[in-house]
């Protein structure tokens, strides 16, 4: 159980005692801070009713009473829906018997959580009134009414998990022995961040024992808008040394003529990007599969984990190309054969290097 009623606080996964650190706020975030007041440019969704059998998880409604650490809070699902949002973020929506926030409330309070920190969120659950919100890896479950905030905190919870090590976040590295929880460091990150606050604010001494945590948290989640790419654009990939577009046959990854969307570049944590096509599977990105060999086959998966597997950096040749690197490999992607007799249109990995073979175009839509 996690929430918003103190700025730092000791968690079951911490073997640090944090019970001496200063507090900014002691009376916590919520009577300091507004997100909807500051965020720029909440981003835009559309709802549509969706057959989820997922809901029926001891994760999410546990209609079966199979969670291992609420035992007997399950309740029977009401509805399923799936809600695709601008950046590329489509997440699966369970409203459980006894709600408190409908479809319509749950999709806006998450469209202030800022898409880098959506982008680890695959699955929310809304549960009649009980023990605050908690988050299980990729999904979290919100037990009654809540304000963005928490749910910023809750998405933050996911990064974590997401952004170093699926089983070794950012909260467990040893730079956060001295820091504030960091999903509450998020929400005030993100706070300050669109509100623009000045360097002196953030220097004076309401701030100053938070200096180190929002350093941290720059890196990590780096503002939006400094990105090389639009999350909203929908966008095609072209090789540099042979003719079609990156595109999927099932779930195998091709270069040919045809594209079911295009694909969208969801940011990640660093500057990293997830590759998300934006056709008709909700939700599937390109992951390595474990995959750690030049040849080996990436695939389209579904769902969206946000794992290191499924994160790329696309490094630019200063000309127009990318080569697109996985961060969890370190391999970049080409065409199985490529510059050989044997060239075929299967997308492999390669070994990284200055080959024409590794570079790709990212072409956006044209603007009128």
Not at 16 to 26: N, Q
Not at 50 to 61: G, K, P, R, S
Not at 253 to 277: F, K, M, R
Not at 296 to 313: E, W
Request: hydrophobic content about 35%.
């Amino acid at each position: 159980m996690r929430s918003l009623l103190f700025l730092i606080f000791v968690t079951l996964a911490f073997s640090y005692d944090l019970s001496g650190k200063k507090v900014i706020w002691s009376d916590g975030l919520s009577a300091h801070i507004s997100l909807i007041a500051v965020t720029p440019r909440p981003s835009t969704y559309t709802i549509t009713a969706a057959n989820l059998t997922t809901c029926t998880n001891w994760d999410a409604c546990d209609p079966k009473n199979a969670n291992p650490y609420y035992k007997n809070e399950g309740v029977a699902v009401e509805s399923t829906w799936m809600i695709k949002f601008d950046d590329g973020t489509y997440i699966e929506l369970c409203i459980c018997k006894g709600w408190k926030m409908d479809q319509n409330a749950m999709a806006k309070a998450l469209s202030y959580v800022p898409p880098s920190v959506r982008s680890s969120v695959n699955r929310v659950s809304q549960r009649p009134t009980g023990n605050g919100a908690v988050t299980f890896a990729n999904a979290a479950i919100y037990k009654g009414e809540y304000n963005p905030e928490v749910f910023v905190h809750e998405s933050a919870h996911s990064f974590d998990w997401c952004a170093e090590a699926e089983s070794n976040g950012i909260s467990s590295q040893s730079a956060w022995l001295t820091a504030i929880d960091w999903a509450q460091t998020s929400v005030l990150y993100w706070y300050l961040t669109y509100s623009k606050a000045s360097e002196q604010t953030l220097r004076n001494a309401t701030f100053q024992c938070w200096s180190k945590s929002r350093q941290a948290a720059s890196v990590f989640m780096p503002y939006n808008t400094s990105r090389e790419f639009d999350a909203t654009e929908k966008v095609t990939i072209t090789p540099k040394t042979s003719t079609g577009r990156l595109n999927y046959l099932k779930t195998q990854l091709v270069t040919n003529s045809t594209n079911t969307g295009g694909w969208q570049l969801v940011p990640a944590s660093y500057n990293y990007y997830l590759l998300c096509e934006s056709g008709d599977k909700t939700m599937s990105c390109i992951d390595n599969l474990g995959l750690t060999k030049a040849n080996d086959a990436p695939a389209l998966y579904y769902p969206r984990n946000g794992g290191l597997g499924q994160q790329f950096s696309l490094f630019p040749d200063g000309k127009g190309y990318h080569k697109i690197i996985n961060r969890a490999n370190g391999l970049a992607l080409t065409t199985l054969g490529c510059g050989t007799a044997k060239a075929s249109s299967t997308v492999v990995f390669g070994a990284d290097g200055n080959n024409d073979c590794l570079l790709w175009k990212v072409v956006r839509p044209r603007t009128h």
